[in-house]
Structure formats: C-alpha cells, structure tokens
C-alpha cells in the first residue's frame, strides 16, 4: 500500500492570474492498494465516493497515460482541503490519483511527468505545480510543455485563510470574467508580478502592498463572494493586505504579524455568515509518499 499526502494551494496571488501558486501546511492524505474489485473507495466526504471521484478518473487516466492494464485498486481518502473553497482540493485529487497510478504501476517518479498529467486534468497549471513542487511557484505553459520556477517565501510572512461555509465552483468564477481586457490592465497585472515575488521572497511588506493588487480576475470575482467588503475592512484594521485564493470565495491575508488568528476569529464572529479563519505555513516540500507493508 502506499500512502500519499498532498498539500493545499493557493494560487493566482493578487496578479499572478493563472500563473502563480502556493503550497500550503492544510493536506489530504490518499491511501492506494491493489484490490479484489475495479474500484473500492472509502472517505470522509460521501458524495465524493464513486467512479466519478476526481482521485480514480485521474488514476485512471494515468494508466491510460502510460499504456498500462487497468489494475483493480482500493482507494482511502482522508479530505481536510476544504471542497470549492479556492484551496486547490481538485488539485490536491489530481496530483494524487497521478501519483497513486505511478506508484502502483512501479513507474519512475518525474515531476514534469506528473505536472503535465495534472495539468491535462485540470485544465491549468497553478495549483498543481505548487502542489508538486512546494512553495511559491509561477508556471509557464509552452508548445513544448510547463516550464516551472520555484521561490521560497520569507519565514518573516504569515499567511490566513478566511474560509466562508459556502462553496464557489471554479467554472461558476471563471464564467464571470470578461472575454477581453484592456492593455492598460494587462500592463497593470504584469508590471507587478516580478516585484510581488521579491516581496514575498524578502519578507518585503511595503513591496507586497504595492504589488498585490489586480485587474484581471479580482474585480469581478469578489461580486460573487458573500460579505467580502467586511473581510477586506477586517484585514485592513490589522494593517495587512488581502487577495482571493484561487477562484475563491476563501480570502487570503499575509502580514508580518503572527498573532492575528483569535483576533480575526473574533471580528468575524459578527458576520452573518459562518468564516473559519486558519493561520498557515508554506509547505516547501509539496507531495510527500512512502509505501506500507500490509502483513
């Protein structure tokens, strides 16, 4: 049996739509077996337990990936990443069915390998990359495939997640935004993205406000997001800066204090609606395995 953990992401960044991802310490945890049936699937999420689990689609598709025999299999799966919240849980399934497959099928270990098949599954590379590699990472996709560098954040920054009690699915937040944009927004997004990375490499909070900011996705998707003007109001009390977590409707806070959590919990408590509010660590390692010997 093999045991995998995969960590959440949060991806776009304030400019870096589409383009930058962070690996997060908030994880789900796979267990693969070779099995007597075509698929047994176990979990905590019970409507997520069927052949249209995103785990066993990508598990599958591995194996079609490598023209391998379809192999009957167990799956057992321990979900904490909070389900259309913009914390990567489809990435999280992704990467693991991806791996999952690999492992089974004893196939080596390549990451880009494993970036590529998440990528066809998912469409983009953002959160898989992060979920992949750790830390901060910003992706490029090519003709010749996904080009990936990886960053490593200041231990001087600390990140919060306000996590609303309603989902938003991708495709709902992606249906918002505009088919066109103006040049003056691109420029807007693009001229920041190199200096945000310096931020968050130097632990530079001035240069992160400066550089947090965005057009391209931000602007449209808060309409969508329930009481959002009263979490940015809470952030900004506590001189921090905010962006939406991937397609939302979780939004992120970095600040160079690290003991706003009781204190944000408390503000939010006066909303209408339910926000859990978690402080979180970047996770620099991204998916970690190791295989248990069933006696």
């Known amino acids: 049996m093999f045991r995998i953990k995969v960590p959440a992401t949060s991806a776009n960044i304030g400019p870096g739509f ?7 310490n908030k994880y789900n945890y796979v267990n ?10 176990s979990g905590n999420l019970d409507k997520f337990l069927d052949n249209n689990n ?5 598990y599958r598709k591995t194996e079609k990936y490598f023209n391998k025999n379809p192999k009957n299999i167990t799956i057992e799966i321990e979900s904490y990443i ?5 914390l990567g849980s489809s990435a999280a399934c992704a990467v693991s069915g991806v791996l999952g497959a690999m492992l089974i099928h004893d196939i080596n270990l390549d990451k880009n390998i494993i970036l590529n098949i998440a990528n066809e599954i998912e469409g983009h590379p953002d ?5 992949i590699y750790g830390g901060l990472t910003a992706s490029l996709k090519s003709e010749k495939g996904i080009n990936i560098e990886k960053y490593k954040v200041s231990e001087s920054i600390n990140f919060y997640a306000f996590i609303p009690n309603f989902e938003l699915l ?3 937040s992606r249906s918002i935004l505009p088919d066109q944009i103006s040049h003056s927004d691109a420029v807007f997004n693009l001229s920041r993205i190199p200096f945000l990375i310096k931020g968050l490499r130097k632990g530079d909070m001035n240069l ?14 808060e309409k969508l997001v329930k009481e959002v003007e009263s979490i940015k109001d809470i952030i900004n009390k506590y001189e921090s800066v905010y962006y939406i ?3 939302g409707p979780t939004i992120m806070s970095i600040s160079k204090k690290d003991n706003l959590e009781e204190l944000y919990k408390k503000e939010v408590s006066k909303l209408e609606n339910k926000w859990e509010v978690l402080k979180l660590n970047v996770d620099n390692e991204g998916f970690k395995y190791r295989s248990i010997q069933l006696w």
């Open 170 to 172: 991708t495709k709902d």
């Open 208 to 221: 992160i406000k400066d550089t947090i900011q965005d057009k391209l996705h931000q602007p449209y998707r």
């Open 54 to 58: 995103l785990v066993y689609k990508s």
């Open 18 to 24: 589409d383009s930058l991802g962070l690996a997060l």
């Open 32 to 41: 693969f077996k070779p099995g007597n049936e075509k698929l047994k699937i």
């Open 245 to 247: 977590s991937g397609a």
């Open 82 to 86: 909070p389900f259309s919240r913009g």
């Open 127 to 131: 959160n898989a990359a992060s979920c």
